[in-house]
């Protein structure tokens, strides 16, 4: 079982900058390909990034590509998420999850991911 812990929310002004970090507890973190999502009030949780159990396996939706990177480390356990030039509408909850599928093209959907963290703010002022 694996269990995430969010972190690096905040309030930031539109344009600016913000590192999400998801830390995973387990030995076998390495073992799970890493996604991020958000939900925002009255919506529905939607796919942000997710990143293959190599790094260099990256996915991003068409709404922050070019503004956010994602990244792991796997000797600290840890998938990040770096958030540039944000927009008001990144406003959400921000969840990481994990799962031990291995097709890339199931890394979109919620229903894929085994474990998820609790969430972590994110607000965007305009």
């Known amino acids: 079982q694996v269990q995430l812990l969010e972190s690096g929310g905040g309030l930031v002004q539109a344009g600016g900058s913000l590192r999400l970090s998801c830390a995973a507890s387990?030995?076998?973190?390495?073992?799970?390909?890493m996604g991020w999502f958000r939900q925002a009030p009255g919506k529905e949780r939607k796919f942000v990034s997710a990143i293959g159990r190599s790094a260099g396996d990256t996915y991003y939706a068409d709404s922050v590509k070019g503004r956010f990177t994602i990244s792991r480390d796997n000797a600290k356990n840890t998938v990040y998420l770096q958030m540039n030039s944000l927009k008001p509408e990144d406003t959400a909850i921000y969840y990481c999850?994990?799962?031990?599928?291995?097709?890339?093209?199931?890394?979109?959907?919620?229903?894929?991911?085994?474990?998820w963290g609790q969430g972590t703010q994110v607000t965007v002022s305009s």
């Open positions: 999850a994990a799962t031990t599928a291995y097709t890339s093209g199931r890394y979109y959907y919620t229903g894929t991911y085994d474990y």
């Open positions: 387990g030995r076998t973190f390495s073992s799970y390909a």
